[in-house]
C-alpha cells in the first residue's frame, strides 16, 4: 500500500513538473520566419517582375503546352505512325524534356539566389529577435519544427519573429 502511494506520488511529481516544463518550450522555423516578411515578399515580387525571370517561365510553359500537345498527338495518331515517325516524335520529346529540365534549373537558381540574398540579410536579425522573445518570455527551450511529431500551434513563435523583422526594418 505505501509502495503505491510512493509510486502515485512519485508520477503525479513527474507529471506536473513535465506540464509545467512545457510551459516554457516552444517551436521556431528560421526559414519560415524570415521567409514570411515583408522584405522577403518583396523581393520575391522584384524576382517575379524580373523580365529575365518572366521571360524564363514563359518559355517552360510554352515548352509543357507544346509537349502536351505532342503527347496527345501521339497517342491519339501513334498507332498509324511509322517507325521513323514515333522515333522523331520521342526524339523531339526529349529535347522538350531537356530544355524543360535546363529551364527549371535556371528558375530554381534564381530563386534560390533571392533567397540566399534574403537569408544573409534576415538571420542575423531574426536571431537577436529570438533571443528578445525568449528573454521577455522566460522560454527556457526553443525546438526547430523537424525535431518534433506534434506541437500545438499556439506554442510557434515563428510568426512573432517576423512581425518583430517586419516592424524594425
Same mark, same amino acid.
Given at each position: 500500500m505505501k509502495m503505491n502511494k510512493t509510486c502515485i506520488l512519485a508520477f503525479l511529481i513527474t507529471f506536473l513538473s513535465a506540464s509545467v516544463f512545457a510551459e516554457n518550450i516552444v517551436v521556431f522555423d528560421i526559414k519560415q520566419a524570415i521567409y514570411s516578411t515583408d522584405f522577403a515578399q518583396a523581393k520575391d515580387q522584384e524576382l517575379q517582375k524580373n523580365a529575365e525571370y518572366s521571360e524564363l517561365k514563359k518559355k517552360h510553359e510554352s515548352l509543357m503546352a507544346e509537349l502536351k500537345d505532342l503527347d496527345k498527338e501521339r497517342e491519339k495518331k501513334g498507332l498509324t505512325w511509322s517507325q521513323e515517325?514515333?522515333? +522523331?516524335? +520521342? @526524339? @523531339?520529346?526529349?529535347?522538350?524534356q531537356e530544355d524543360i529540365k535546363l529551364i527549371r534549373k535556371k528558375l530554381q537558381a534564381e530563386l534560390n539566389a533571392v533567397k540566399a540574398e534574403v537569408a544573409k540579410e534576415l538571420q542575423p536579425k531574426a536571431l537577436k529577435e529570438l533571443e528578445k522573445i525568449i528573454k521577455s518570455e522566460g522560454i527556457e527551450l526553443v525546438l526547430p519544427p523537424e525535431a518534433l511529431v506534434y506541437a500545438a500551434p499556439s506554442r510557434n513563435i515563428s510568426q512573432k519573429v517576423t512581425d518583430a523583422l517586419n516592424k524594425a526594418k
Open positions: 515517325q514515333l522515333a +522523331e516524335s +520521342e @526524339k @523531339k520529346m526529349q529535347f522538350i
